[in-house]
């Protein structure tokens, strides 16, 4: 579904990405972990089309195309979604409106039926259901005054309201209780299916407990310098990322676009 | 007699005779007006809002006309409006059926007795010639008297048309004075209307007993030739609430004086402002918030969305006297551009002479925020609706507190127009 082939970008004159190669199949689950700096953030701005982020080398295709000639509103619409680890808040347009219009823009671009006021109340009764969301928030302006945690509720709610194919979580669990994470945890999962994928980005294992990874990636430094199974990200949780960065600063990185 | 001038102010206005009612204050104000020149941005107070188009038409004094008030009736006030045509009274389309007794909404010039008061508030010292002439020679205009502890239920509402008088500009003078008696509280809309080249002058004075409130609405959606100078006085008493929202849409070139007195210990005032502004518009707002005894408090929120090569200027003091310790007081002015070539002019100004008090400012000028864009466009709003939304959203969030759900609904569509988001009227 998702195929980066050796992505470098930069913000400004900061090279941040350094050659990330990763291939994410349909039904797949990946987690994106690594210390702060190390580049997670900008791999899921860089893909959501993010315009402050220069792409200076390498190609990404979804679904066989090439992800960069799609604005960031056409990949939203081609199924790509970014969970946002800070939600911006937006006063003065309501939360159920503004999901409305992004399920609609979405269904009209994919040839399906908009929605009206009526049916996409229900619609979204269903979907607040599984986030448990209380139904006051809908009413209000979208995340304004929201608490941590429920900006992380409101973002997993347009995930499920937005279907997509590719969802690209941006430490969900920062700002999250155990309960809360357990319960987006298990909304996520369930919009799993074998023509969907995941990417989780989170400095801890905690998340991956209940949304089970099929591959863990370590970052650093703007490279993917481990690759393993849940045993890797156990073995952070033990041992920290600092082994990871003395091991990797030893040989010096051999290979350069 | 001073030199001759070159072209002095509105002659034509000027020159009628002097209406019945309130003749020491007219005559005081005529008395301001002599020699009186065109203000220049050479002052201060006009240095951004040059007058110069507004002095290059003649001006007729408006009569009654006929005009369609359809789209200006709000249910909810159905039987408590005042409408006024170029100045005038519409007795024809006024209703006021729908008032608790002792409640006063009337024609000023039916009742210059109980507006004694008219005049002490507004322009002292001449410094606003088009509020002196407004005094000098207004015909008529609305009185509001809220008796003590009636809390109104429906709100009032006070439209001001301006008509242009076939091909000649027309100029009008509206004039309202409302008094909220102790422990009264009540909502009113002062709203103004108008189509072709017009030029209204407007004072407002408006009394907040003790312990009072008035939610005051003003709205001025006039046409886009149209030339709006209005000057609101108002005066709040001990423990009274004075909460006042200035909305301006129209007007090619618009002019916003509020002046606010906490008079009285435990006063407060929210004083709030929009202007949403395309082609070559100009909106100015110069407010006064004074502070002159102790414990009251103020709010001001005032909003610019400025598109094209439109203008807006804000320029707000707060000024807190020596007296007034305890003193909260909070000013923000916030614009938006929306164009390379609008412009906003922010000053806030806090003056403060107390040693023990609350007092904070900003001003932020900018364009839309990017990282906001990024968000709305993540979700697959193509970048001209995310911006649409954007400029929505900036503006609508003023409108939200409006308590008269047909004037919220009204105006949330005109914004929803005027920022190209028609398409979005779910979202009111």
């Given at each position: 579904m998702l195929s980066i082939r050796n992505l470098t970008a930069r913000i400004g004159e900061n090279e941040v990405l350094k050659g990330i190669d990763l291939e994410v199949k349909a039904g797949e689950v990946h987690a994106i972990m690594g210390p702060n700096g190390s580049g997670k953030s900008t791999l899921g701005k860089v893909l959501a089309g993010h315009p402050a982020y220069e792409v200076t080398g390498g190609e990404v295709l979804f679904d066989g195309r090439n992800l960069f000639e799609l604005s960031a509103d056409e990949r939203?619409?081609?199924?790509?979604?970014?969970?946002?680890?800070?939600?911006?808040?937006?006063?003065?347009?309501?939360?159920?409106?503004?999901?409305?219009?992004?399920?609609?823009?979405?269904?009209?671009?994919?040839?399906?039926?908009?929605?009206?006021?009526?049916?996409?109340?229900?619609?979204?009764?269903?979907?607040?259901?599984?986030?448990?969301?209380?139904?006051?928030?809908?009413d209000r302006s979208l995340n304004e005054g929201f608490s941590g945690g429920?900006?992380?509720?409101?973002?997993?709610?347009?995930?499920?309201?937005?279907?997509?194919?590719?969802?690209?979580?941006?430490?969900?669990?920062?700002?999250?209780?155990?309960?809360?994470?357990?319960?987006?945890?298990?909304?996520?999962?369930?919009?799993?299916?074998?023509?969907?994928?995941?990417?989780?980005?989170?400095?801890?294992?905690?998340?991956?407990?209940?949304?089970?990874?099929?591959?863990?990636?370590?970052l650093s430094a703007g490279r993917i310098v481990r690759t393993g199974g849940m045993e890797l990200a156990l073995e952070l949780e033990e041992r920290g990322y600092d082994w990871l960065k003395a091991e990797v600063q030893a040989p010096a990185p051999a290979m350069r676009a | 007699m001073a030199a001759v001038m070159e072209r002095p102010l509105l002659p034509a206005i000027l020159a009628q005779p002097r209406p019945a009612g309130w003749g020491p204050r007219r005559r005081q104000a005529e008395t301001a007006l002599e020699g009186q020149d065109w203000p220049g941005t050479g002052q201060e107070t006009w240095k951004y809002t040059d007058l110069a188009a507004l002095k290059a038409l003649d001006f007729t004094p408006g009569?009654?006309?006929?005009?369609?008030?359809?789209?200006?009736?709000?249910?909810?006030?159905?039987?408590?409006?005042?409408?006024?045509?170029?100045?005038?009274?519409?007795?024809?389309?006024?209703?006021?059926s729908n008032l608790p007794a002792g409640v006063r909404l009337l024609n000023l010039a039916s009742a210059s007795e109980l507006a004694h008061e008219l005049g002490t508030l507004a322009t002292p010292g001449g410094t606003d010639p088009f509020a002196e002439l407004n005094t000098a020679r207004f015909q008529d205009g609305a009185l509001v008297i809220i008796p003590k502890g009636i809390h109104l239920e429906a709100p009032l509402h006070v439209l001001f048309i301006s008509d242009q008088d076939g091909g000649q500009p027309t100029c009008s003078l509206p004039r309202l004075f409302v008094v909220l008696e102790r422990n009264a509280s009540a909502t009113l809309i002062e709203e103004y209307q108008g189509k072709g080249r017009t030029l209204t002058c407007a004072v407002t004075e408006v009394i907040v007993r003790e312990n009072a409130s008035l939610n005051h609405e003003r709205i001025q959606r006039e046409s886009a030739e149209a030339?709006?100078?209005?000057?609101?006085?108002?005066?709040?008493?001990?423990?009274?609430?004075?909460?006042?929202?200035?909305?301006?849409?129209?007007?090619?070139?618009?002019r916003s004086t509020p002046q606010v007195t906490l008079a009285q210990?435990?006063?407060?005032?929210?004083?709030?402002?929009?202007?949403?502004?395309?082609?070559?518009?100009?909106?100015d707002t110069h407010s006064f918030i004074d502070h002159?005894?102790?414990?009251?408090?103020?709010?001001?929120?005032?909003?610019?969305?400025?598109?094209?090569?439109?203008?807006?200027?804000?320029?707000?003091?707060?000024?807190?006297?020596?007296?007034?310790?305890?003193?909260?007081?909070?000013?923000?002015?916030?614009?938006?551009?929306?164009?390379?070539?609008?412009?906003?002019?922010?000053?806030?100004?806090?003056?403060?002479?107390?040693?023990?008090?609350?007092?904070?400012?900003?001003?932020?000028?900018?364009?839309?925020?990017?990282?906001?864009m990024f968000y709305l466009e993540s979700r697959g709003l193509a970048p001209a609706l995310a911006r649409?939304?954007?400029?929505?959203?900036?503006?609508?969030?003023?409108?939200?507190?409006?308590?008269?759900?047909?004037?919220?609904?009204?105006?949330?569509?005109?914004?929803?127009?005027?920022?190209?988001?028609?398409h979005l009227e779910t979202l009111t």
């Open positions: 939203a619409r081609a199924g790509i979604f970014l969970g946002f680890q800070h939600p911006i808040e937006v006063p003065g347009v309501s939360n159920a409106s503004f999901l409305r219009l992004a399920y609609n823009k979405k269904a009209e671009a994919a040839g399906r039926d908009e929605l009206d006021p009526l049916e996409f109340d229900d619609f979204i009764q269903e979907k607040i259901r599984l986030v448990k969301m209380d139904g006051s928030f809908l429920e900006k992380k509720r409101n973002e997993i709610l347009q995930m499920c309201v937005l279907d997509p194919r590719l969802s690209i979580l941006d430490e969900l669990d920062s700002g999250l209780d155990i309960d809360a994470l357990r319960v987006l945890g298990e909304a996520v999962t369930a919009l799993m299916g074998p023509d969907r994928a995941l990417m989780i980005i989170t400095h801890f294992p905690r998340i991956l407990e209940t949304i089970r990874p099929d591959q863990v990636h370590v | 009569a009654l006309a006929a005009v369609d008030i359809a789209a200006g009736i709000l249910p909810e006030a159905r039987g408590s409006r005042l409408v006024f045509v170029n100045g005038r009274y519409d007795s024809h389309h006024s209703n006021t030339f709006h100078l209005s000057s609101l006085a108002a005066r709040v008493e001990r423990d009274g609430q004075y909460s006042c929202r200035t909305i301006a849409f129209g007007g090619r070139l618009s210990e435990g006063a407060s005032v929210i004083l709030d402002g929009l202007a949403l502004l395309g082609e070559a518009q100009l909106a002159t005894v102790p414990h009251c408090t103020s709010r001001q929120a005032h909003k610019t969305i400025a598109d094209d090569k439109s203008l807006a200027v804000f320029n707000g003091i707060i000024y807190v006297r020596k007296d007034a310790q305890g003193t909260d007081a909070q000013q923000q002015c916030r614009g938006l551009l929306l164009s390379p070539q609008a412009r906003v002019d922010a000053k806030p100004q806090l003056e403060i002479y107390a040693d023990d008090v609350k007092c904070a400012h900003g001003a932020a000028i900018g364009q839309l925020d990017p990282e906001a649409n939304l954007l400029t929505y959203a900036f503006a609508s969030d003023l409108l939200a507190g409006i308590p008269v759900p047909s004037l919220k609904r009204q105006l949330r569509q005109t914004v929803l127009a005027r920022t190209n988001a028609e």
